[in-house]
């Protein structure tokens, strides 16, 4: 079978990963706290949107997009620092979350570039 076009980019594979692994976090996490149903939220808008952004055919439609789930994923790396400072996780859980989110961010902005001739980010 022949994939989507979305699920043969990097960026929507490790933003897929990161739900998964947030869903786990996020057992940890009470569901009453507000911080729950945002990372929930934030995390599930990042491939959400990378794929919705790759289905448009103007650059500028992509590059919308793109830069919501780039959002998104930087809201989720505010949601991960609220967990810590509250107490409800340690930074050493939140660490390996960080590091997707900040790959993520990086190959979202690799496809803003790449679709925006006059876009540094």
Not at 91 to 96: A, D, G, I
């Amino acid at each position: 079978m022949q994939g989507f076009d979305h699920e043969k980019l990097n960026v929507y594979a490790t933003a897929i990963r990161f739900v998964a692994w947030a869903s786990v976090l996020l057992e940890q996490v009470p569901k009453s706290r507000a911080v729950h149903s945002q990372l929930d939220r934030a995390s599930t808008s990042i491939p959400l949107n990378i794929a919705e952004g790759n289905g448009k055919y103007r650059p500028a439609d992509r590059c919308r997009y793109f830069d919501i789930a780039r959002g998104s994923a930087l809201e989720c790396a505010a949601c991960l620092d609220v967990l810590v400072a509250k107490g409800t996780v340690g930074q050493e859980l939140v660490n390996p979350g960080k590091v997707m989110l900040s790959d993520i961010v990086s190959m979202i902005v690799g496809l803003i570039r790449s679709n925006s001739e006059h876009r540094s980010v």
